[in-house]
């Protein structure tokens, strides 16, 4: 049984690729979200391991989502991901509590194990 | 016409009861008008008039100081001009046949010399007052008089329109002004009156209809006096704040600008550019074990590029058309018909505009195709491109439902600051029913 994968992107083209190439490396992707408060609720339901979570969300943004994942019970790990550079971001990677940040062109499953193993 | 020297020293007077007469008819504290009345009766001639050489002014003044002409001569009436020490002191305009008498118009001139010289010192005075009370009536400040104490000595106003109280002579400072505004008006005057620098005070006041702005100035005008001059300055206060709010709308309208240009990079073409770098790296890892699905995600990838590859045109056309630069506001506009779904004929123009009024035509038709597009339901636009006046004439006419709001969209609004940069003006007429008309006129010089 591979790690369990919600994926949280209101691209759609994004979420498929993501899908795809995760699944292609042995990752079972249980769900998929366009928006914060959905992750958040299908977060909830389905206790996946792993959440990929987009920085950049119509809603709410990424670190508040990944703020919201941390206080559910027994809470999935987060990677965080966009299509911007990391260090666009500053400090905020860092002090959201989440595993660590994928450049969205660089994913892969290797790059999530790798984050996750640290 | 005569002219007649004196010498320093007075002529020896060979009539001795001309000369007494003139003492007689004019007396030692006459006024300028007296002066004129005896030397009418001493020379016999009822309609002589006297005029003063006024230096400053550079004419003759009346007896009351106001200017007067000499007239031409006639057979009847003739000008003699008189001088002491080469300096002009007056003339006398007087009986041609004076004339046939000129000793007796010389003793009698050179006996008026001293109430001469001393009234044109005292109608130079009147002259000098009537033209400071010209100029002050000319002047559209109002101007008081106030005292060291804070009373107010004497006023003038061109209306009582900006009297916030319309008494003012008996009244102190406190009396008719706000008591922080009297404060004020009294430090400066102070100021002035030490021959300090005094401020400018900048303040307003609340008439019963609006709120009116003022900027008043100090200057000592005595020794325990001061001279407030006002002046209304809320038209310059209303352009100040409107030139405000506009550099801080186009401030803004830059910001919006950019922030919606990163969130349209962001959301197209960065994201195909994102979904192809994934699909190319499953279509490696596939290439050996699933041949066939390797060259489906090439072909997927290669028509997202050609998409990613249009949108980053269209963008970069947002930010600023290079056709427009290279080619001119004709060939840009035919670009803009081109791309535009409706049928659209453009008039003009005739002859090159300045790059900036050419740019500013440019976004002008942008915008208004733009919003016939989007909301107009149209089926044919004209554009007219035209000079008139000096002026550049926009203008975008469609056919379409008319009723659009000018201040709907932040499009017109950027589109009005950047010709009122221009110091040009935008108008939208749009009657509903009867289409659009976008008109923008702009400055030359």
Known sequence: MGVTVLIVDDHPSFRASARTLLEAEGYEIVGEAENGADAVQVAKQLRPDLVLLDIQLPDLDGFEVAEQLRKLDDPPEVVLTSSRDGADYGRCIECSGARGFVPKADLSGAAIAALLVT | ????????????????????????????????????????????????????????????????????????????????????????????????????????????????????????LLVEVR??????????????????????????????????????????????????LPV???????????????????????????????TRYYEGRFAASGENEFLMIVREITERKRQQEELETSRARIVAAGDEARQKLERNLHDGAQQRLVSISLSLRLAQAQL?????????????????????LEELRELARGIHPAVLTDRGLEAALEALAARSPLP???????????????????????????????????????VTIGRSNGYALIEVEDDGVGGADPLRGSGLRGLDDRIASLGGKLAVDSPPGVGTRVRAEIPLE
């Open chain 2, 1 to 120: 016409m005569t002219r007649r020297r004196f010498s320093g020293a007075r002529k020896r007077m060979p009539f001795k009861p001309i000369f007494d007469t003139i003492f007689e008819d004019i007396p030692e504290r006459a006024t300028p008008g007296e002066v004129q009345e005896g030397l009418r009766r001493a020379l016999h001639d009822p309609g002589l008039q006297v005029a003063y050489w006024y230096d400053e002014g550079g004419h003759f003044v009346d007896v009351d100081g106001n200017r007067f002409d000499l007239p031409e001569e006639t057979s009847d009436r003739v000008v003699t001009r008189l001088e002491y020490a080469d300096t002009p002191v007056a003339a006398l305009v007087h009986a041609a046949s004076l004339r046939d008498e000129p000793d007796l118009l010389e003793t009698v001139a050179g006996a008026a010399r001293i109430a001469l010289e001393r009234d044109k």
């Open chain 2, 127 to 176: 002259a000098r007052a009537e033209r400071y009370r010209a100029l002050l009536q000319a002047m559209p400040d109002l101007m008081f008089r106030i005292s060291g104490d804070g009373r107010y000595l004497g006023y003038s106003a061109p209306s009582d329109r900006d009297l916030f109280v319309k008494q003012v002579e008996g009244l102190t400072v406190w009396d008719r």
């Open chain 2, 180 to 210: 922080e505004l009297a404060e004020r008006v009294m430090d400066a005057g102070r100021a002035a009156l030490a021959q300090r620098d005094a401020p400018v005070v900048e303040y307003e006041l609340e008439f019963d209809d609006e």
């Open chain 2, 288 to 308: 050996h074990r699933d041949p066939a699905a390797a060259e489906q995600l090439l072909e997927a990838s290669r028509e997202e590029l050609a998409q990613a």
């Open chain 2, 344 to 382: 659209v004929e453009i008039d003009g123009p005739d002859r090159d505009l300045p790059a900036p009024v050419e740019a500013a035509a440019y976004y002008v038709v942008s915008e208004a195709l733009a919003n016939v597009t989007k909301y107009a339901h149209a089926s044919s636009v004209k």
